[in-house]
């Protein structure tokens, strides 16, 4: 829309100045004191009140936007001046003559063909001015306008083409603005592009890092090993050659001596103590001739690492997109994926699904924004897939098990043993128990705990490990609520679970493994898996289910850390895996993006 000279923008929220008026004193801009100049912010403001705000300081706060910008050298005389301001303020002044004295010169025009003449009429067929003899000769007959009608219709055309200027360099004006915020946030885009290619390049150089020394690590305890190995073999060998040594020393003074006793008890010395232990240390010294390890450098390294890439979007798309990464294991995808499930509140719907735990023929969902927990519970297994007794079709029967009153708790993991069910609420910051008909038992972890995130449990005896994400570390309780042990993880914990053998297994934040501890936090052993695990869980075969949310993807791990397969990927829709559980044939996943199931069925190795 157009806009007249004289109205009114929003300069600062909540005030409303006039453009042409300074926001800080109100007073009109004009070519001296009150000349208008603008900030980094391009936010315009009289040289005098930006003289008063500025004394003895090296930068001004705009007084709008509170932007930082450094003064020159030469002070508040050296921002610069902005002229669309200044002009428009120049255009808008009213003219010192007035209509009265236009009309006055205009009533002395002399007539352009008697200049002695006065000029009284506006010839309107030839546009020039004539007198009253060009009236009754050159110009007879033709149509007449007298001078002071002629100025006023003038005056309202040219006044009306002053204001219709106005407001087109009102309208310039403010496209410029417009401009500048558009350049602006091309430049915010810019940085913030440039941040996340730096981030991943940081993010990358970190996991390498990590990595690095987790393999060094190894080395050195190999090499420790083996040098013991070494060294003990050469202090054998010193005794040994010391004892022939004084065995031949005797026998030297046997024989010296014609001592027969002396010669008979040196020669057995040395042709059976020594000579055997002798042997026995050369054998043992040629069976430990290697380090035993070798580096075989990563696929990835040998194909040359890249950040990831550029890719067209439209508009103010946003690109959520992540590069997959290369792997060096075969993506064999020998079962059938299903998905369960859609957004919503009724059964079978899910808002941001977390947390996944199967017990028996019974698996439990946190469905965190519903704030409830769902059981998918199973009559029989029909073709492999789960299938409720009261409902045949292929799919799952939902019902609703776990939930609080009024909305007031926040689920966000879930384990279950064989007659109980384990949520961490990280509202309140408790671990709540329930029995497996949906009776709420109590709660526990709040008194040794900062912030329980993550529970599992121990199928052998039902002892409950519960992982605090914020405090790093690791709870053990008993069955009955009863506190047992915790201890600290270098990391913060995303992921924890209870292998067959009852060690407690952990995926850290940043830290391209696993680590295996007992119940009272001796460390026996990291893992090696090539990827940032997140939620992780174990088979009965020892093998490790990890999801790899960075790559939306979900892997199959034997218990030494060597990828099997890949089990769910983008390739089967999977967007932003959250939760994993082994289930009967196959595994389940939660995806809190697209709010579903992945059930991925069968024709894996081991026993998943």
Not at 431 to 458: C, E, H, I, Q
């Amino acid at each position: 829309t157009k806009m007249a000279a004289n109205e009114r923008f929003l300069i600062g929220n909540p005030e409303e100045v006039d453009l042409l008026t300074c926001p800080i004193c109100l007073e009109a801009f004009d070519s001296d004191q009150r000349k208008p100049r603008s900030l980094q912010c391009l936010h315009t403001f009289c040289h005098g009140c930006l003289e008063d705000y500025s004394t003895n300081k090296l930068s001004i706060t705009c007084p709008t936007c509170r932007r930082e910008t450094p003064l020159p050298t030469q002070g508040v005389k050296g921002l610069p001046h902005n002229f669309w301001i200044s002009n428009i303020s120049q255009a808008s002044k009213p003219s010192t003559a007035g209509g009265d004295r236009k009309e006055e010169d205009a009533s002395t025009c002399q007539c352009a063909l008697h200049p002695k003449m006065e000029a009284i009429f506006l010839c309107d067929t030839c546009d020039v001015l004539v007198c009253s003899e060009c009236v009754a000769s050159r110009h007879r007959g033709h149509p007449m306008t007298l001078i002071p009608d002629v100025l006023r219709q003038k005056t309202t055309e040219v006044q009306s083409a002053v204001r219709s200027c106005q407001e087109r360099a009102m309208q310039c004006l403010e496209t410029i603005e417009m401009i500048e915020k558009v350049e602006a946030n091309l430049d915010a885009q810019k940085g913030d592009t440039v941040a996340k290619i730096l981030a991943a390049k940081e993010a990358t150089i970190a996991n390498i890092d990590a990595n690095e020394r987790a393999l060094l690590d190894v080395v050195v305890q190999k090499h420790h090993e083996k040098s013991q190995t070494y060294a003990d073999c050469r202090t054998r060998l010193v005794q040994l050659m010391d004892q022939m040594m004084n065995g031949i020393h005797q026998a030297s003074e046997a024989i010296k001596g014609k001592d027969i006793q002396g010669m008979i008890a040196a020669s057995a010395t040395m042709e059976t103590t020594l000579a055997e232990d002798i042997t026995k240390a050369l054998a043992a010294l040629s069976e430990q001739v290697s380090l035993g390890i070798k580096f075989v450098p990563s696929k990835v390294l040998r194909d040359n690492i890249h950040l990831g890439t550029l890719k067209a979007v439209v508009g103010t798309e946003e690109d959520n997109d992540e590069e997959r990464g290369n792997n060096d294991a075969p993506q064999q995808k020998e079962f059938t994926v299903h998905r369960i499930g859609k957004t919503g509140g009724k059964d079978r719907e899910f808002k941001v699904p977390r947390g996944i735990s199967s017990s028996g023929m019974c698996c439990f969902v946190v469905d965190s924004e519903n704030k409830r927990v769902q059981a998918l519970e199973s009559g029989g297994l029909i073709g492999g897939l789960f299938s409720c007794s009261r409902n045949v079709s292929i799919g799952w029967s939902f019902w609703d098990l776990l939930m609080l009153r009024q909305s007031s708790w926040q689920p966000h993991d879930v384990a279950t043993s064989n007659d109980a069910v384990y949520v961490t609420d990280v509202q309140h910051n408790v671990v709540r128990k329930f029995l497996n008909n949906g009776k709420y038992s109590g709660l526990f972890g709040w008194d040794m705990l900062k912030k329980p995130t993550y529970v599992a449990v121990d199928s052998n005896d039902g002892v409950v490990v519960v992982a605090d994400k914020e405090g790093r570390e690791v709870g053990v309780y008993r069955p009955g609520n009863a506190f047992i042990h915790k201890f600290s993880v270098v990391s913060p914990p995303v992921g924890i679970a209870v292998n067959k053998e009852g060690l407690i297994v952990v995926s850290m934040e940043g830290a391209p493994s696993v680590s295996t501890y007992t119940r009272h936090g001796q460390l026996r052993g990291l893992t090696e898996l090539g990827v940032m695990p997140g939620s992780v869980c174990t088979d009965e075969a020892g093998n490790l289910v990890v999801v790899d949310s960075r790559q939306k993807r979900v892997l199959l791990f034997d218990p030494k850390g060597t990828l099997l397969r890949v089990l769910l990927s983008a390739e089967d829709g999977l967007r932003k895996p959250w939760g994993v559980a082994v289930v009967n044939d196959g595994v389940l996943v939660s995806d809190c993006e697209l709010n579903c199931l992945f059930y991925a069925r069968r024709n894996m190795p081991g026993n998943v």
